[in-house]
């Protein structure tokens, strides 16, 4: 029977709930059990994807291309867990299905009402993600924090979670923030207290408390939070500031918060294990032999959520070349006000991201001219790809005016362009190319010496493509066009011949990077930065 753990957050946002729920995944496998993870999002979007990346964050593609929460990623990274449309369900996807089902009639008869239809569409949900993963325990991140009026449906079905499945089957975990405050040299249960009174009033009594906090949690302090809260004191859970959030399921670990979890769910303990991933990944992380720095150029740099899985990708290639990976975030239109060099003379690396629309672009342009003249390592990343290929022609094709229809409707060069059954797309949400795809790569090339595979699969979001018409032209002057999409002959990499690692990519390689085994582009981009130093 599937194990079922539901994580709340109180008291404040961004205390971690996403890691902490991922690293609870992670605790769990090393357990030897099969954990899935579902995201429940209480907004009425039906996907985040038609969201601007400072509203959400960035937007998390899965293989079978659901437009997802960036916790999916964490979950992904942390877990052996495949997530897919199944595992994010939002408040928008719920009501949506209930209004068609009343449309056609399967209520006939009855009043809609939140309890129990809608709770009954979410049980629906989660069971359904359950069955699809075959896990032995699904953790089930209720996104907001507690006492928000959006996200009571969610709480209210987790509520009803434990009875239908039986106490033993359901697990609460709740967590919580423990601030300190400097004037009194204290810190304070009294946010918790509240918070999981709150919780309470819906009905649901938390198993285990997860307390952020910067100071270390005293006995007194947890005997206090246990009383108030009516908690266990083992499983008052203190989860202090880590320099690396890969930390987190060790630290979980040490307090036997996996024992807990069995215990309750009357699980035998397997065997238990995270050594490989202390010597891999933690070790590497805290004491880097090397340090490079790398330029990420985009417009949405003043949220770090935004280009979430990009920056922990370079974590990842850090730790597989022993380096610190210091990232320099650079808004594109700066660039676009003082210049390349200005901002860039002293990075060893340049990666242009993702993006959609005009704004910030030639920016960008002008980042890969630098770093295609000056052969400093360059990855760049969907919309840092087509980028890529309008500076290629624009000022080594001699296309002056080459473009984007995406930005120049009536470029006179649209080196990237949409393809036919995308000029038809009326509807925004879940239109684009998405998911997973094929890649077949040419021999010879960095991408193939990297991979080493001749065919690779690997995650797409974009409407625009290459413009085969210019595959010639381009190639003439040096662009070689190292992946293909064998079905449909589309672009999916271009590298340059005489540059030491000028590689652009029309997929995402950000989503499939995992700390203990980072994506081999990402590995090959800081290879390449350590040895220009
Ligand atoms: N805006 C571009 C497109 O739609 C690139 C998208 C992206 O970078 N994810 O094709």
């Given at each position: 029977m599937t194990k079922y753990i539901f994580t709340t957050g109180g008291v404040i946002s961004s205390l971690g709930k996403g890691i902490s729920s991922a690293s609870i995944g992670k605790i769990m496998e090393s357990r030897g059990l099969k954990v899935s993870l579902v995201k429940l999002d209480p907004y009425i979007n039906v996907d985040p994807g038609t969201m601007n990346p400072y509203q959400h964050g960035e937007v998390y593609v899965t293989e079978d291309g659901a437009e997802t929460d960036l916790d999916l990623g964490h979950y992904e990274r942390f877990t052996k867990a495949t997530m897919t449309k199944f595992n994010n369900v939002t408040t928008g996807q719920v009501y949506n299905s209930v209004i068609s089902k009343e449309r056609r009639g399967d209520y006939l008869g009855k009043t809609i009402q939140v309890i129990p239809h809608i709770t009954g569409e979410i049980k629906d949900r989660i069971k359904k993600a359950s069955q699809v993963s075959g896990a032995d325990i699904v953790i089930v991140e209720i996104g907001g924090t507690v006492g928000d009026i959006e996200s009571l449906p969610f709480v209210e079905a987790a509520r009803q979670f434990r009875l239908d499945e039986g106490y033993n089957n359901v697990l609460y975990v709740h967590l919580t923030l423990i601030p300190y405050v400097r004037s009194a040299d204290e810190i304070k249960t009294k946010p918790t207290q509240h918070s999981v009174g709150k919780l309470r009033e819906i009905g649901i009594q938390p198993d285990i408390l997860i307390c952020r906090t910067e100071k270390q949690l005293s006995d007194d302090i947890k005997e206090k939070i246990s009383l108030f809260c009516n908690v266990k004191k083992d499983a008052v859970i203190e989860a202090r500031d880590v320099e690396s959030i890969y930390e987190i399921p060790l630290i979980f670990k040490e307090q036997g918060l996996d024992r807990l979890i069995l215990n309750h769910f009357n699980l035998k303990h397997g065997t238990t294990d995270l050594k490989d991933w202390r010597k891999k990944v933690i070790e590497r992380t805290i004491n880097p032999r090397h340090k490079v720095t790398i330029a990420v150029v985009g417009k949405y740099i003043g949220l770090q959520d935004a280009y979430k899985s990009i920056y922990e990708s370079l974590i990842h290639a850090g730790i597989q070349n022993d380096t610190k990976v210091i990232v320099k975030k650079i808004d594109s239109e700066e660039i676009e006000k003082s210049g390349a060099r200005q901002l860039l003379s002293d990075v060893s690396g340049i990666l242009v991201p993702g993006g959609f629309g005009y704004r910030g672009i030639e920016g960008k342009i002008e980042a890969i001219k630098y770093a295609r003249e000056n052969n400093i390592p360059f990855l760049g990343i969907c919309l840092g790809m087509q980028c890529a290929v309008i500076e290629f022609a624009r000022n080594k094709c001699a296309m002056k005016d080459a473009n984007s229809t995406e930005f120049k409707k009536s470029a006179k060069n649209p080196v990237i362009s949409l393809l036919e059954e995308q000029k038809g797309v009326k509807n925004m949400g879940g239109t684009m190319r998405l998911g997973a795809y094929p890649c077949r790569i040419k021999k010879g090339t960095i991408a193939a010496k990297l991979y080493k595979k001749s065919i690779v699969s690997e995650r797409h979001r974009h409407r625009y493509e290459f413009n085969n018409i210019y595959r010639k032209s381009l190639a003439r002057y040096g662009m070689i066009f190292a992946g293909i999409y064998p079905k449909r002959d589309l672009v999916e990499m271009v590298e340059l011949s005489t540059h030491p690692y000028f590689v652009a990519v029309q997929?995402?390689?950000?989503?499939?990077?995992?700390?203990d085994k980072a994506h081999p582009l990402f590995g090959g981009l800081i290879k390449a930065a350590l040895r220009r130093g």
């Amino acid at each position: 029977m599937t194990k079922y753990i539901f994580t709340t957050g109180g008291v404040i946002s961004s205390l971690g709930k996403g890691i902490s729920s991922a690293s609870i995944g992670k605790i769990m496998e090393s357990r030897g059990l099969k954990v899935s993870l579902v995201k429940l999002d209480p907004y009425i979007n039906v996907d985040p994807g038609t969201m601007n990346p400072y509203q959400h964050g960035e937007v998390y593609v899965t293989e079978d291309g659901a437009e997802t929460d960036l916790d999916l990623g964490h979950y992904e990274r942390f877990t052996k867990a495949t997530m897919t449309k199944f595992n994010n369900v939002t408040t928008g996807q719920v009501y949506n299905s209930v209004i068609s089902k009343e449309r056609r009639g399967d209520y006939l008869g009855k009043t809609i009402q939140v309890i129990p239809h809608i709770t009954g569409e979410i049980k629906d949900r989660i069971k359904k993600a359950s069955q699809v993963s075959g896990a032995d325990i699904v953790i089930v991140e209720i996104g907001g924090t507690v006492g928000d009026i959006e996200s009571l449906p969610f709480v209210e079905a987790a509520r009803q979670f434990r009875l239908d499945e039986g106490y033993n089957n359901v697990l609460y975990v709740h967590l919580t923030l423990i601030p300190y405050v400097r004037s009194a040299d204290e810190i304070k249960t009294k946010p918790t207290q509240h918070s999981v009174g709150k919780l309470r009033e819906i009905g649901i009594q938390p198993d285990i408390l997860i307390c952020r906090t910067e100071k270390q949690l005293s006995d007194d302090i947890k005997e206090k939070i246990s009383l108030f809260c009516n908690v266990k004191k083992d499983a008052v859970i203190e989860a202090r500031d880590v320099e690396s959030i890969y930390e987190i399921p060790l630290i979980f670990k040490e307090q036997g918060l996996d024992r807990l979890i069995l215990n309750h769910f009357n699980l035998k303990h397997g065997t238990t294990d995270l050594k490989d991933w202390r010597k891999k990944v933690i070790e590497r992380t805290i004491n880097p032999r090397h340090k490079v720095t790398i330029a990420v150029v985009g417009k949405y740099i003043g949220l770090q959520d935004a280009y979430k899985s990009i920056y922990e990708s370079l974590i990842h290639a850090g730790i597989q070349n022993d380096t610190k990976v210091i990232v320099k975030k650079i808004d594109s239109e700066e660039i676009e006000k003082s210049g390349a060099r200005q901002l860039l003379s002293d990075v060893s690396g340049i990666l242009v991201p993702g993006g959609f629309g005009y704004r910030g672009i030639e920016g960008k342009i002008e980042a890969i001219k630098y770093a295609r003249e000056n052969n400093i390592p360059f990855l760049g990343i969907c919309l840092g790809m087509q980028c890529a290929v309008i500076e290629f022609a624009r000022n080594k094709c001699a296309m002056k005016d080459a473009n984007s229809t995406e930005f120049k409707k009536s470029a006179k060069n649209p080196v990237i362009s949409l393809l036919e059954e995308q000029k038809g797309v009326k509807n925004m949400g879940g239109t684009m190319r998405l998911g997973a795809y094929p890649c077949r790569i040419k021999k010879g090339t960095i991408a193939a010496k990297l991979y080493k595979k001749s065919i690779v699969s690997e995650r797409h979001r974009h409407r625009y493509e290459f413009n085969n018409i210019y595959r010639k032209s381009l190639a003439r002057y040096g662009m070689i066009f190292a992946g293909i999409y064998p079905k449909r002959d589309l672009v999916e990499m271009v590298e340059l011949s005489t540059h030491p690692y000028f590689v652009a990519v029309q997929f995402h390689p950000e989503f499939k990077s995992k700390p203990d085994k980072a994506h081999p582009l990402f590995g090959g981009l800081i290879k390449a930065a350590l040895r220009r130093g």
